[in-house]
């Protein structure tokens, strides 16, 4: 079982709808988790942190069930902006690696 | 503001050539990373450098030696290039552990013919 597992996608979706990505990880260890995001033939970019009583910034909503060791985000209003991959990413305390997953393809379409 | 600067961008190599690839970090943080991307694969970590003076191996190292220059810079050298090394390599750094964030260079796309 792969330590970090998304959904590839593609997600196709229109402008104003509401999308959810789904993130399972197999180490019951992880401490910390993110969302990176990463335009196409970019870098990954910190999108959010995912805390263990859920957050929210802007549009974007990440929750954290560590019972099931599944992290979700939920855009809200997508804009055509929004379309890009998005990377799921666990870390164990105290270590210095990140895993993430093969991430999850967006695309906003007008 | 820079950031996390990485040269070459492109480089095409024959099966058997060496090369460095080269970071800098302007932000003055302590931990630096060499990861690579695939396609239809996460970013994998070939080495890490937690502090200046120190280096470590991550999830693929083989293959892939590093230096950690100073505070500023951390190379990734390819001795002996293969095909397999065809990929898009990525410098991070971060500030600490506590910080919990790293912030990526552009990449270097490299193939190995």
Known sequence: RKEVEQDPGPFNVPEGATVAFNCTYSNSASQSFFWYRQDCRKEPKLLMSVYSSGNEDGRFTAQL??????????????????????????RGAGSYQL???????LSVIP | NAGVTQTPKFQVLKTGQSMTLQCAQDMNHNSMYWYRQDPGMGLRLIYYSASEGTTD????????????????EFSLRLESAAPSQTSVYFCASEDNLAKNIQYFGAGTRLSVL
């Not at chain 2, 191996?57 to 500023?72: A, D, I, W």
């Open chain 2, 57 to 72: 191996k991550g999830e693929v190292p083989n293959g892939y030696n590093v230096s950690r220059l100073n505070k500023r």
């Open chain 1, 65 to 90: 069930n560590r019972a099931s060791q599944y992290i979700s985000l939920l855009i809200r209003d997508s804009k055509l902006s929004d379309s890009a991959t998005y990377l799921c990413v666990v």
């Open chain 1, 99 to 105: 895993t993430f997953g093969k991430g999850t393809k």
